[in-house]
């Protein structure tokens, strides 16, 4: 999801840093809006670094900067590229302006020309938090169909308690996937992902593995939870946390995934194997580090067990959906997997191009069906491919329903 967040001018600016982190963390990809009093708190060069974009901070920006034209009809291009405007913090003048429709800057203009959801987190002082033309905004915003993220009672930068500092990140982050929350089109569901790499040790100190970062996976998982899916998250291990309300079971090696998702997978309706899962592992397991002996050492390796395989073979009328990493005749390979495991359809991952496959943010893939049709997805971020993914597991439902 692509979330525009509006800083404002207030003190409670510093806690945009971290709010940002958290919706990164959700899977969101943001773009900032600064006001020129926003910029006394915290500055453009943090969040630029954080959210890996441009900061807008002027409507009118230096005409002679390599970008200048270009920012200067931002405002249009951003509000209607956007899922979501939050605004946080959302200062008493920008209530105002938002609720009479004044656009004397970057942020006040963008919000009267998009069309998204928007969401504003005030945060102020006490007084006037409570002062009756803040409220009388505040109410005329409601009624425009702004959700507003009322502050909290607590400790103020000026040393008194009362209401007025900024709703708890968690809440605003909360109400952001509330209000974009996509359709509950997964809501009598189970889906089942497995993400992450596995690891097969070869003594206590070294094992096998491979790049997945389980990014894909855990994209995946948030998916399905957000459309309204009971979703387990079957993970090798990663430096991710799990989404919430995702039903999480960590495994390290292939055959404690195997375990966990034959165990698992009758509660499924679907199954998702996005994990790369190591196809080899050593055939002993020393129990003491191997000591080197200025020899060449011989690692000999059997295959692991094809999970995905065994569940195609019990499938019953589950939806099946397999990865298939490749770097050469992507289709081909895909197109003979998604036969062999008995899939319904196969996600042809070409992982030798540059912005996809293991560990990049985004991901460029070719969706085959068992039923003969083929989707190109050109790179776009992981939670975008995930969504699209689940687009195509109901249509295909729906042309065999
Ligand atoms: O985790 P990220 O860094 O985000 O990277 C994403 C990804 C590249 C890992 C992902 O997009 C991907 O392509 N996952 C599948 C990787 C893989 O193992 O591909 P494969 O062609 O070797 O396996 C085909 C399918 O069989 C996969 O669904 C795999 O989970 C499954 N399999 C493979 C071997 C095995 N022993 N058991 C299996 O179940």
Redesign the pocket.
Known sequence: MKVLLGITGCIAAYKAPELLRLLQKRGCEIHVVMTENAQNFVTPATLAALSRNHVYTAMFPDPDSPSGLDVAIDHIRLAHSTDLLLVAPATANTLAKFANGIADDFLSTLYLATKVPVVVAPAMNADMWRHPAVQANVRQLASLGVNIVEPEEGYLAEGIIGKGRLAALETIVERVFQVAAPAQDFLNDTVLV????TCEDIDPVRFLT??????????LAQAARLRGARTLLISGP?RLDPPAGVEFIAVRS?EQ??EK?LQRFPEASVVI???????FKPKTTAGQKIKKDGKPMVLQLV?????????GAKKQGRIL??????TESVLL?GQR?LKE?FLDL??A?D?SQAG?????DT?I?TILTRDGQQFRLDKRP?AEVAHEILNQILAFRKRHA
């Open positions: 497995t993400a992450g790499p491979n790049r997945s970062s389980g990014k894909m996976g855990y994209q990663t292939t995934m195997r998702v194997k996005a994990a790369a899962v190591a196809d295959p692991n067990p094809d999970i995905l395989k065994e569940v959906v397999g990865f298939a990493a490749e390979n997997k495991k196969l996600v991952n992982v996809a496959g293991f560990d990049s991901n893939v992981k």
